[in-house]
C-alpha cells in the first residue's frame, strides 16, 4: 500500500497543453511552499482529453478510461478513473473541487482508501444548467457533497451562508477564499506603479464587460490623455475587442499582451496602478464566485474596481480596498476618475487593499484548516 499525504482532484481549463490557474493550483503551490508531498489530478472539463496526475508539477499517470466519453457522459468515467488510480493507495486528506470529485472521494473513503475527506466549492449556481435535469441533478450531487464530507471549504461568504442554509454545521462550514500567497505575490511587486494605469488578466469571453472598458477608457482620455489600459489574456472575443479599440482611436491607450503564463501575468499586472475585475451577469455562478484575480490585484498592492455582483465585492466594499459597482461605462469611469484624480485616496486604498490581502493569506488560512487540523 502506498502513502499519500494529500490528494488534489479537480476539472481544469486547458489552453492547449497548460491549464489555467484556479484554486487547485493554489493548494498545490501553498503544499509545495511547505514541502508536503501530494498529488494533483486535473480532469479537463471542455474537452475529452484523457485526465492526468501530476506530481512536482511533472505527469506522474495519465487515466486514460476517463477520456472515452465527451462532456456529461464523461463523468462517470472519471470517478471510475480515480477509484481504479486510488486501489493501492492511502490517502491521508483528498481535497475535491466540486461535486463530481467530492464524489469520488466519498466513495474512496467508503473503500478504506482516504482517511479525510474535503469538499472545496470553487463555485455555486442556483440554475448552473439550463436543462432542469441537469440541474437537478447537479443539485442533488452538491447536497450529497455536503452532507458526506467530513469538512466543506467555501471560496466565498456567499456560498457558506448557503451551506448554513442547508443545515451544516459551522464547525464543517469553512471560508477558504480563492486567496493567493500573499508570501509568493509579494516576488512580483514593483516599487514603482505607471500612473493612470489598469490591468485586466481574464481571458476574452462574454464573462467580462469589455464594451463597458473601452467606453469608460474613451471618456477618461478626454481628461486624463496618458491613461492606460492593458489586457492579459487571450480568447474568443480578443478580435472583436480590438476592433472596439481601433474603432474609438484608442491604440496608444489599451495594449494587449495575449496569453502569458501564472508568473509572467503577475510580473506584468505590477506594473500598473489598478486591478479590474468587470464581470458581466451573463454566468449563473458568478453571484457566488470569489474572484482570485481581485484577490492578486490586492496582493500586489492594486486598488480593485469589481463588479457587485461577484462576492468579493463584499469584501472590498467593507474593508475601502477598492470600489465594488454595478458594472457599467459611466460607474466605471467615476471609480477610476476617484482613484486618478486624488493621490491621497488612491493611496488609502492601495494600503487597505495590501491589509485585505494579508488578511485572507492562503497560507495563514491553510496552515489553520489544513496543516494543523490534518497532516
Not at 83 to 93: E, T
Request: proline share 3%; charged share 25%.
Amino acid at each position: 500500500m502506498i502513502k499519500e499525504d494529500v490528494v488534489i482532484s479537480s476539472h481544469a481549463v486547458f489552453v492547449g497543453d497548460r491549464d489555467v490557474f484556479g484554486p487547485g493550483h493554489a493548494v498545490s503551490g501553498y503544499l509545495n511552499l511547505k514541502k508536503i508531498p501530494h498529488l494533483y489530478i486535473k480532469h479537463s472539463l471542455y474537452d475529452s482529453r484523457p485526465s492526468i496526475v501530476e506530481k512536482n508539477n511533472k505527469i506522474e499517470a495519465t487515466l486514460k478510461l476517463s477520456g472515452m466519453l465527451p462532456g456529461f457522459f464523461r463523468l462517470p468515467f472519471e470517478v471510475i478513473s480515480v477509484l481504479l488510480f486510488l486501489r493501492n493507495k492511502k490517502v491521508k486528506v483528498f481535497i475535491a473541487i466540486d461535486p463530481i470529485n467530492a464524489l469520488s472521494a466519498i466513495i474512496g473513503k467508503k473503500l478504506g482508501r482516504i482517511n479525510t475527506t474535503i469538499f472545496y466549492t470553487a463555485d455555486y449556481a442556483r440554475n448552473r444548467f439550463s436543462n432542469k435535469f441537469m440541474n437537478f441533478i447537479y443539485h442533488m450531487l452538491d447536497k450529497f457533497a455536503v452532507r458526506n464530507s467530513d469538512v466543506v471549504w467555501n471560496v466565498s461568504t456567499r456560498i457558506k451562508e448557503v451551506r448554513k442554509q442547508q443545515g451544516l454545521a459551522d464547525k464543517k462550514n469553512i471560508l477558504v477564499p480563492n486567496s493567493p500567497l500573499v508570501k509568493y505575490i509579494k516576488q512580483h511587486k514593483k516599487v514603482n506603479q505607471i500612473k493612470r494605469s489598469m490591468v485586466l488578466m481574464a481571458n476574452f469571453t462574454h464573462a467580462i464587460d469589455h464594451k463597458a472598458l473601452i467606453s469608460a477608457v474613451f471618456n477618461l482620455k478626454k481628461k486624463y490623455k496618458d491613461v492606460l489600459l492593458v489586457f492579459i489574456g487571450s480568447g474568443e472575443l480578443e478580435n472583436d475587442v480590438k476592433a472596439m479599440t481601433r474603432k474609438k482611436n484608442l491604440e496608444e491607450n489599451i495594449l494587449f499582451l495575449g496569453y502569458l503564463d501564472h508568473d509572467a501575468a503577475l510580473d506584468n499586472a505590477a506594473k500598473y496602478s489598478v486591478g479590474l475585475a468587470p464581470y458581466a451577469k451573463s454566468k449563473p455562478w458568478t453571484e457566488f464566485g470569489d474572484s482570485l484575480k481581485a484577490r492578486e490585484y490586492m496582493a500586489l498592492g492594486l486598488p480593485v474596481i469589481i463588479s457587485d455582483t461577484v462576492s468579493t465585492g463584499d469584501d472590498i466594499r467593507s474593508n475601502k480596498a477598492g470600489y465594488s459597482i454595478k458594472m457599467n461605462a459611466s460607474n466605471l469611469y467615476k471609480s477610476l476618475d476617484a482613484l486618478f484624480s486624488s493621490e491621497e485616496n488612491f493611496q488609502r486604498m492601495k494600503i487597505n487593499a495590501l491589509r485585505l490581502a494579508d488578511q485572507y493569506d492562503l497560507e495563514k488560512i491553510l496552515d489553520r484548516e489544513l496543516l494543523k487540523k490534518y497532516l
